[in-house]
């Protein structure tokens, strides 16, 4: 079968997106397995919907009983909790991580391994001199729109698992979305 799609023109391109759709159903897989499916995560989404809607309504909806200053405490609280709670969610996510992290170091290398030093793609245009490093990795010959497996693999990834964590109900909530990262801007109202 393989000695078959290889014998194609784009053959070892297909190769390379068959194995990254592979890989992204696998990693969804060990991620349902140990985050999607316990009651601690699904605790925490349903915490986080409930804080951001609550969040969007204070912020859109004017109330002429509440005076500015509690309106004011009363959002930052919820903001606080959002954040606790997007952290929280943060952290439970770790340990799946650094398996999902495995995985795909092990198929890139397997792929490495497979395609090295061959061009599995002809890009239709000439990358900006950023992209090059990476698009023509591994690649002899002064052709630039050749495109290695590394740059075909990681715009795979990028695309599939996101749009299968969207297909699949797994991507994070909307609140969270936009959460702190690991260098959060600093609150205006402490400074």
Not at 164 to 169: C, E, I, R, T, V
Request: with cysteine.
């Amino acid at each position: 079968m393989a000695s078959t799609i290889a014998s194609f023109r784009y053959g070892d391109s297909l190769v390379v997106v068959g194995i990254s759709i592979c890989t992204a159903f696998l990693c969804e897989a060990i991620s349902w397995i140990l985050i999607y499916r316990t009651n601690s995560y699904k605790s925490l989404r349903s915490t986080i919907d409930k804080a951001s809607k609550k969040l969007e309504v204070m912020k859109t909806v004017e109330t002429k009983v509440t005076t500015k200053k509690s309106k004011t405490k009363k959002i930052d609280r919820v903001e606080t909790s959002l954040k606790e709670s997007s952290r929280d969610l943060s952290l439970s996510k770790i340990k799946s991580g650094v398996v999902v992290a495995l995985v795909l170091f092990v198929v890139f290398g397997f792929l490495n391994s497979l395609f090295e030093g061959k061009a599995v793609a002809k890009l239709p245009f000439s990358p900006a001199a950023l992209v090059q490093k990476m698009s023509h990795r591994g690649i002899p010959g002064d052709d630039v729109t050749d495109c290695s497996m590394a740059f075909l693999y990681f715009l795979c990834s990028m695309s599939i698992r996101t749009n299968l964590q969207k297909f699949l109900g797994f991507a994070p909530p909307r609140g969270a979305a936009g959460g702190p990262g690991l260098f959060p801007m600093p609150d205006p109202k402490t400074n």
